[in-house]
């Protein structure tokens, strides 16, 4: 049994590519909404979030000797819980990522390492503020940006009842929350920052089809600055960015669906 850790548009696919193989898995999400898209393609799925001896107590439960983490790259915390588990019980642990995105260079685009940089430097930069990096960090940004008469935070996340329920209690107002299900294409982009007078975009480097390029691209033709967010340095022991290199590792690590076949024909 395989353990599968999604938390990614593309995650699903991973999944049923690696189900078309004939391995067995359980896939792991965080919310209802991302377990009924597993479901929907008969993937076997549980919810909610784990922590390490929940983590370790399922895979001893399932008897789990793989797993693989295709968890969001700004997971930080899933990953170390991921990994830990994983050693504590002897279990070969994978880390599946998309590959980074790289942005041509231009004067209005701003990289920083953490959201503290990002809060602090949209701080000195004042005006309309577009954060699209979620809600688990709009605290970080709200004690640095709300109340400060020369800026307006607009957020956008999901249209989660949580997430909204998030806003009112920081404070934040209904005229500037933009609760929308991506992917945003270029054009809408452009309209919701013509909407907000936007002056400055955070995002996340997420890559994949995250359609982060539609909104820094969009942002960048209209003068608009772009604070980027990178990944979290973590040491994956072993990481992979395609599904044919993943694959060809579940293989040489459990063996191949082909020879296990074989296996069975030959005892029978």
């Known amino acids: 049994m395989i353990f599968f850790m999604a938390g990614t548009s593309d995650a699903r696919d991973l999944a ?9 898995l359980l896939t792991s999400v965080v919310t209802e909404h991302a377990a009924n898209a597993l479901k929907a393609v008969e993937l076997q799925v549980r919810v909610g979030r784990l922590d390490i001896a929940e983590m370790m107590a399922l895979l001893k439960e399932k008897g789990a000797t793989l797993l ?6 700004f997971a930080e915390e899933a990953h170390l819980t991921a990994m830990a588990a994983a050693n504590a019980c002897g279990v070969t642990y994978l880390r599946y990522e998309r590959s980074s995105q790289t942005f041509r260079d231009h004067a209005s685009l701003l990289h920083v390492d953490t959201y503290e940089e990002a809060a602090q430097l949209a701080a000195q ?3 309309s503020v577009m954060l699209t990096t979620g809600s688990k960090t709009l605290p970080i940004f709200i004690a640095k940006l709300v109340g400060d008469p020369e800026v307006r935070l607009v957020a956008r996340m999901l249209p989660r009842v949580d997430n909204m329920e998030k806003c009112v209690q920081l404070g934040v107002g209904q005229e500037n929350i933009i609760a929308m299900q991506g992917p945003f294409s270029r ?3 452009e309209a919701l920052y013509r909407h907000y007078g936007t002056t400055l975009m955070i995002t996340k480097e997420s890559g994949g089809p995250g359609a982060v390029d539609e ?4 942002a960048l033709a209209m003068g608009i600055e772009v604070i980027v967010i990178g990944r979290p340095k973590l040491d994956f022991a072993v990481s992979f960015s395609t599904v044919d290199a993943l ?3 579940i293989a040489r690590r459990i063996g191949s669906t082909h020879s ?3 296996e069975r024909s030959e005892r029978s």
């Open 16 to 24: 049923l590519a690696i189900q078309d193989a004939g391995y067995p």
């Open 68 to 73: 693989v983490d295709a968890s969001h790259p």
């Open 125 to 127: 930069k004042k005006g």
């Open 187 to 189: 054009d809408l982009n």
């Open 215 to 218: 909104k820094v691209e969009a």
């Open 247 to 249: 694959l060809s590792e």
């Open 260 to 262: 296990k076949e074989d």
